[in-house]
Every structure is written in C-alpha cells, then in structure tokens.
C-alpha cells in the first residue's frame, strides 16, 4: 500500500518537482520522464511549450546513472541556466526522490510475490490435501452397506462440494502464481 500510495510514485513526485521547480527556475513548460530500458516514460508535465522555442533536456542521474529526463521549454526570448544551482539542486532530489520510490516499489513487489507463494504453498500442501482426504472419506461413507438413503444422498451432495472446493483451490493456487511483470510501463 505505501509503494503504491498517492504520495510515493513518479507521477506525484514528478509534478510536485515541476511545480518546486517553477518557483527558482521560471519556465513556460516542462516535462519529467523515467527510463525504462533506455525509453524515456513521461511521467508529469507542466505548462504549455512556446511555438517556435525549442526545449532543452536535462538528464536526471543518482551515481552516474542515467534515471531520467527533464525537458525545459525557455520563455520566449529567455534562456535557461544549466548551471543554476536551484535546478542541479532540483535534479537531484528528483533522481533522489525516484530512485528511492523504484526501490520501494520493487521492495513492496518482492513482498507481494513473496507472500503470493506463501498463499500458494499453504493451499497446496495443506488445504489441498485435507479436502481430498475428506472427500475420501466421504467416498467410504457413501459405498458402505447399509447407510440410509438420504444419509448417502447427504454424502453424495457433500463429495460434490469437497471436488468443487478442490477445483477452486487449484484454480487459486494457479492464480496466486503470476507471470513477472518486469518493467515500469507493465
């Protein structure tokens, strides 16, 4: 729940570095993005681009890798300081800011699958075979000699339930095992 919370994902932190930004560093529209595999996502934006100013790509980096890009369009007739101490400041908390968020994210998803395979293991060693045994045992009950009819009748609807409940189990344990989502887009 806290990777996936509104307050912890590169869209919100994305646009609140937008609008940080806006207050030192004045712009008419910007962008922020993430890589994923190389692929610029973006993940926020500002403000309108200028016809005719051209924009200007600022690359987000946490120790020396590439985690994203900034993408600044000037006010018309203004240019941006690439040196200005507010945006290589603003810059860094951003690559900051998403690295830790990635690293949450992949944390809480670990923990997710984790549990996932716990859910699993447990249905399958455990409930799984309980159910088969009771239907087993139903399957004695219903072929001895001399059970009343509608006992048998009770068994047989019971036996019916256990097969269904086993299907499903199967069904969920199948489920709880997903294939691996591997990047951000997915």
Do not use: C
């Amino acid at each position: 729940e806290l990777a996936s919370s509104a307050e912890l994902n590169p869209i919100t932190i994305g646009r609140i570095a937008l609008r940080d930004l806006a207050v030192n560093v004045p712009y008419a529209a910007g962008t922020i993005a993430i890589y994923d595999h190389d692929d610029p996502i973006v993940v926020a934006t500002r403000g309108q681009p200028p016809p005719g100013v051209a924009a200007v790509d600022y690359g987000i980096a946490l120790d020396g890798d590439d985690i994203g890009v900034l993408r600044l369009w000037p006010m018309p007739g203004a240019a941006i300081d690439i040196n200005s101490i507010e945006l290589q400041r603003s810059l860094q908390m951003v690559g900051l800011a998403f690295d830790n968020v990635l690293l949450l994210q992949s944390i809480a998803r670990g923990a997710v699958r984790e549990e996932r395979r716990r859910l699993a293991r447990d249905l399958h060693d455990e409930i799984g075979p309980a159910l088969v045994s009771i239907g087993f045992g139903l399957d004695v009950l219903i072929q001895e000699e001399g059970i009343k009819p509608e006992t048998k009748k009770r068994a047989v609807e019971m036996r019916s339930t256990i097969s269904e409940l086993v299907d499903q189990v199967r069904t969920t344990v199948a489920d709880l095992r997903p294939a691996e989502v591997a990047s951000l887009v997915e």
